[in-house]
């Protein structure tokens, strides 16, 4: 069947401003209500994502031991972005998915401590040792970051940032996806990017490597 070319792009561009998106996470469909979940965080307190219907909520894939976690911490641009969420009335939940044994396994008081040392600000350090949340979300890296509006729906899913290194000179030239992301849905904007590719180290589920 021949399409013309007129048709055929107007196609094109309608597929492009589809309001979903489908990313490098399976079925995970920006777009789509977010998965809901139930994790108790660094001090035994359960946390379910549908409890925060009517507020924006971030996911932020953490491992204290990545260099590019690191990246983010040590520089502050982190804590930065988390400031700003808590500013604007996003509940931020840190999640750690590292299994017992593996890099960045730490139990509520390590998580509380790194929170200190880090002058970190989440809502909340949810633990996942399971993998059972992350799985849920088809994490991949540390950072791996997730927005999800006030309704629940999933709008952003990606990296921090678009350069992927561990070098914190690169943060100032880079494109902050997240905080863009972010502040879209505070301000009820389309996002501009609303799936990129994550950065970071591979997440330590149990049997993995590493």
Not at 32 to 41: E, L, S
Not at 71 to 86: C, D, E, F, I, R
Not at 110 to 129: C, E, F
Request: aromatic share 6%.
């Amino acid at each position: 069947m021949n399409i013309s070319r007129p048709i055929f792009a107007a196609v094109l561009l309608a597929c492009s401003l589809s309001p979903m998106a489908r990313g490098e996470s399976g079925d995970l469909t920006v777009g789509q209500p977010a998965p809901n979940f139930t994790a108790v965080d660094s001090k035994g307190v359960s946390h379910s994502l549908s409890e925060y219907r009517g507020k924006p909520v971030v996911l932020e894939w953490t491992n204290a031991d990545c260099p590019f976690t690191r990246k983010h911490y040590t520089s502050g641009n982190m804590q930065s972005v988390q400031t700003l969420a808590h500013r604007d009335g996003v509940v931020w939940l840190s999640v750690i998915s590292s299994a017992p044994g593996k890099q960045g396994y730490v139990d509520g008081a390590g998580a509380d401590a790194l929170t200190r040392q880090r002058g970190a600000a989440p809502a909340a350090v949810l633990l996942d040792p399971s993998g059972s949340v992350a799985h849920l979300y088809h994490a991949k890296t540390t950072p791996h970051m997730y927005v999800i509006d006030r309704d629940g729906t999933l709008k952003y899913m990606g990296g921090m940032d678009s350069i992927a290194s561990t070098d914190v000179s690169d943060i100032a030239g880079a494109e902050p996806y997240l905080k863009e992301a972010m502040q879209a849905v505070v301000d009820n904007k389309p996002v501009p990017h609303p799936v990129t590719k994550p950065y970071g180290c591979s997440i330590k589920y149990q049997g993995s490597e590493g």
